[in-house]
């Protein structure tokens, strides 16, 4: 099937063109050294290909929030001999991404030679999607390849302002997430479920007006599924819960119904008088058991098997947080259950499974399974836009 838009495939002949990638190569850092390299990795296998076919590789991303201010803290120079590891080749840095500096710099390259361009949010033109910054940077390169797809929510000068200068590609990494996401929810193989956990209703309203529509079966799972119990006139003690969201949850309730989605909240839950790992207070109970002091923490036993049943009927899972306070055992137990029942699921074939967000990467770790899922989404901010139904401009562009 063809897509809608073009990859490094359609690219042609390269040899000594200057392509101009857009990472994510925002990595956190700890005593001036890079302390994870997963982004590195994923930039890897775009640069390295376009390197091998003999493009002069420019690497433009930023880093931090230098607010348009040159600082040497955040130079991308200290992150140059981290991706230099990464790629098993050399790669130079040159101290700016447009202009006089960045032009002498690519002139010295030879073809399949890499560098890292300086910061681009070192120009304060960069978040403001400057035309005269956009036009600066297209001078210095031939072609354009967004492969940050966590950047994608930003109109900014080079995730999109780029795209609509040169000829533009999508880069693997790029490729593989909207691959991932048009299978979850684009153009998904029915039934679907979702799972969608947090602490905050507010935070997620978006996305879940967004999903009742388009999903068969809606997960809520954290704190946000405390306020559409409560709304449901189900007492939840002192347990996180925003009761003013009350008419708002009755509503998305209601257009669910209407919808013909299936919103499973939990029947047993797991309680404790306070917040510490494995409480003598400690109790599963029916949902409408628990005390006034009590809060709800995690989900119980029988509603985690009776959602892995409902797995079990679907096709296609979209999972974005976890269903309790995972942080803290033993209130990652329903979160490590239902995820291992998804990678089971996956691993024979039944599902297809697309998870994405911080916390739901750090706890599909943490139950060891996210090599098992379909695919795993590193990008928070865009993944939740996704999830919202939103159009994102980096993708947008590139689709032209």
Known sequence: MAKPFKTLDDMGDITGKVVL??????????????????????AAPTILELADRGAKVCVLAHFGRPKGQKSADLSLSLVSQALAKVLGRQVQFIPDCQGEVAQSGIAVMRGGDIAILENTRFHAGEEKNDPA??????????????DAFSAAHRAHASTEGLAKKL????????????????AALGNPVKPVAAVVGGAKVSTKLDVLNHLVTLVDHLIIGGGMANTFLAARGVSVGKSLCEHDLA????????????????????????VAKEFAANPPSLRTVNVHEVADDEMILDIGPAAVEALGDA????????????????E???????????????????????LVSVAGGGDTVAALNQAGVSGDFTFISTAGGAFLEWMEGKELPGVQALIG
């Open 133 to 146: 910054l956009v036009d600066a940077m297209a001078a210095i390169g031939d072609l354009y390849v967004n």
């Open 21 to 42: 990638v857009r990472e994510d190569l925002n990595v956190p850092m700890q005593d001036g050294a890079v302390s994870d390299d997963t982004r590195l990795r994923a």
């Open 167 to 182: 000829p533009a590609f999508a880069g693997r990494s790029m490729e593989k997430e909207l691959d991932a996401l048009e």
């Open 328 to 350: 803290i055992p033993p209130f990652d137990t329903a979160t490590v259950s239902l995820a291992r029942t998804a990678a089971a699921l996956t691993k024979e074939g039944a």
């Open 247 to 270: 008419d708002t949850a009755r509503t998305i309730l209601d257009t669910a119904e209407q919808a013909g989605c299936t919103i499973h909240l939990p029947y047993d839950v797991v």
């Open 311 to 326: 797995l079990k009927t679907c096709k296609t899972l979209v999972w974005n947080g976890p269903l309790g306070a995972f």
